[in-house]
C-alpha cells in the first residue's frame, strides 16, 4: 500500500520565518477517481497531512511513503549549472559556495549523473562537512541525485553498476535520494529499472526512490506496480503550470510530491530582465546560458515577450509591496502550489550567490490581492498542456 504524506520540521534559519498564505486546493482534470483503487485514495495514512500555516513556517518538509522518508529543505541548491554553459567551474570555490549555502541553512543539493562534476564536488563538499562541520550540521545535509539511462535492456547488474558509480563519486553509502528518468515510454524497461532500484533501495544503497519528468499516465502505472516512489521532479512556473493540471490531483490522490525545478526560468524571472526588449539585438541582457535559451522558448510558447513583461511588472508590484526580489515571488508562488514540497533553484557555486534572495523566500507570505493580480496576467497565457503536453513531454517531442 502507497502511504506517501509530507511533514513538516522547523528548524533556525538566518532570515526571519513567516507564515502561509492561506490553504488552497485546486485540482485539474483528467485523473478519475476509478482510476486509483481504493486502498490507494485520500484515506488514512495515503493523505498528505501537513497544514497550510505549518508548511510555509517550515524551512524543511518530510517526503514520506510508507517507511520511506526523507527530510529535504523546501528550497534546493540546484546543480545544472556545473554541466557546462554557465562558466568555468573551480573545483575549490564551488566546493566552498556549496559549504556557504549548507550553513545559511540551504542544506539540499540536487544533482544528477551527467551533470558534469556535480557529483563529485558533492563528494568532496560532504567530506569537508564531515571533517570541518558539527555534527548536527551533517546530519541535515542531503544530496539527491538522478539517474538518466540510455534505454537499453535494464538488468540487475546494469543498474546496481550505475548507481554504485553514483554513490562512489558522493562518496556515500547510501543514496538520500535516486530521482529516475526514462527517455521512451514505448521501451517498458522502466518498470523493470525501478523494480531493480526498488530492491537497491531495500538493500541499504538508496535511501529513498523518487521520479524526473514522469507524465501523469505513467506516474500512475509505475503506483500500479507497487514502485514506492515519494517525488516526482518537473517543470514548473507562473508560466508553466503544467504540473496543476493532470499531475495534482493524481499526487494529490496518491500522496506522492512535486519537486519543481525551472521555477525561476532560469533567471529571466527577474528584474534583469524587467522592461527589456531581447527580440532587439544588443537591446536587452544577452540569452547566455542554457537555460535562458531554454526558458526563453517557454515564454515563446506561453505567449511572447510582451505579455511575459507584463507578468515581470504584476510581480515587481507584489515584489515592492513586500519588499523583496521578483525571484523570490516566482518561488513562494510555486511552492504554495498543491503537492510540490520544494522548488529548485540553480546555483553558480563559486561564481554568483543569492542566499539573501533564497532565505527571503521562507518569511514571505503571498496574500488574496497577490494571487490575484499574478494570476490576473497569466491566464492571459496560452495554455502548455495543449502546446507541448503534459509533464516531461518536452523531452519526448
Known sequence: MLGCTITT???????????????????????SRRMIPARRRLIG???????????????????????????????LNGMWQTSGGWGPIDRDNAVDAMLYYADAGLTTFDMADHYGPAEDLYGIFINKVRRERPPELLQQIRGLTKWVPPPVKMTAEYV????????????????????????DYSNLGYLDALKHLTDLKEQGKIKTLAL??????????????GIPVVSNQVQHSIVDMRPQQKMAELCQLTGVQLITYGTVMGGL?????LDTNINIPFAGPPLNTPSLQKYKRMVDAWGGWGLFQTLLQALKKVANKHMVSIPTVAVRYVLDQPSVAG??????????????????????????EDFNCINEVSKKGRDLMTIIGDCGDEYRA
Open 343 to 368: 522548488s529548485m533553484v540553480g546555483v553558480r557555486l563559486g561564481l554568483s550567490e543569492h542566499i539573501k534572495d533564497t532565505s527571503a523566500i521562507f518569511s514571505l507570505k503571498l496574500d488574496e
Open 9 to 31: 520540521v522547523h528548524l533556525q534559519i538566518q532570515s526571519p520565518v513567516g507564515s502561509n498564505q492561506r490553504s488552497r486546493s485546486r485540482v485539474g482534470n483528467g485523473v
Open 160 to 183: 546496481k553498476d550505475n548507481i554504485n558509480r553514483s554513490r562512489r563519486r558522493m562518496d556515500v553509502a547510501c543514496l538520500d535520494m535516486l530521482q529516475f528518468h526514462w527517455w
Open 45 to 75: 495514512s495515503t493523505r498528505c497531512t501537513i497544514g497550510a500555516e505549518e508548511e510555509t513556517r517550515s524551512l524543511v518538509t518530510v517526503v514520506k511513503n510508507g517507511e520511506d522518508s526523507l527530510d529535504i529543505c523546501r528550497v
Open 212 to 225: 524526473t519528468n514522469f507524465d501523469t499516465e505513467r506516474l500512475h502505472i509505475i503506483l500500479e506496480n
Open 269 to 273: 524571472l527577474s528584474e534583469k530582465f
